[in-house]
């Protein structure tokens, strides 16, 4: 059993849509000393038109070096439940994944060519990637990430998704948030590498220098912002 928990960071985000606040994210980074991992847990609650509430819940377990070890998602809202479970296996080089809700179970595995890295709907976890990634200076970097398109029911298994991050710049000038100033890098996530003739919009993500928490993200209409975070180290 893992014990002797402590809690590195703890803080919580707010999402906007046109300027409209609609959804907020409470999460905390814990370190678990005794097995040398580290986990991100989030908690988020949106209003949906219906005036109920989505509530989805994240839990992203990492190695000493931060890599993905375990994921977990369940998401809940009003009747409807359903949870994905992603495992990796060291040993075997294998992704193992699980979709439950109310009706089915699915079970799914592969074997794992490359290191991969796991989208969630927690933005806390946006970043991480970059804590063990190599993002090269210069140019865009191409990352493997695993994405899941299941909503309430199964309708296929985990997919690659290959997403080009550059880093604009390591610092940031006079970057604050509520007047407050922080130190922040600026990453970019494109989908296309910058050879491409496409012309893109990126999604845009200020980086915090504390375990690559984030601070900011802007993509077209929709933002989302630090309200506040505590650092307890």
Known sequence: ???????????????????????????????????????????????????????????YEMDHHFHPVF????????????QEVFKFDPVAQELHYTFQNSNTTQDFK??????????????????????????????RTAVSFFSSINDWTYEHPPEDKVVFAEFKTREVPDFKINNSPLSASHLCLYEFDSSSAAIESPVE?????????????????QSIVIKNMKRNN
Do not use: W
């Open 110 to 139: 592969r074997p794992l060519a490359a290191r991969h890295y796991i989208t969630t709907p927690a933005f806390a976890t946006s970043a991480i990637f970059t804590l063990t990634k190599k993002i090269d200076a210069i140019g």
């Open 71 to 82: 994921v977990r998602v369940e998401k809940s809202l009003g009747n409807n439940y359903c």
């Open 205 to 221: 993500i200020f980086v915090s220098k504390h375990y690559a928490i984030p601070y900011q993200m802007v993509s077209g209409d």
């Open 1 to 59: 059993m893992t014990t002797n928990p402590e809690i590195l960071i703890e803080g919580s985000y707010l999402y906007y849509q046109k300027g409209v606040n609609y959804s907020q994210e409470n999460f905390k980074l814990v370190q678990f000393k005794d097995s040398h991992t580290y986990h991100i847990y989030s908690e988020i609650l949106s209003r949906i038109e219906s005036g109920e509430f989505l509530k989805i819940m994240v839990r």
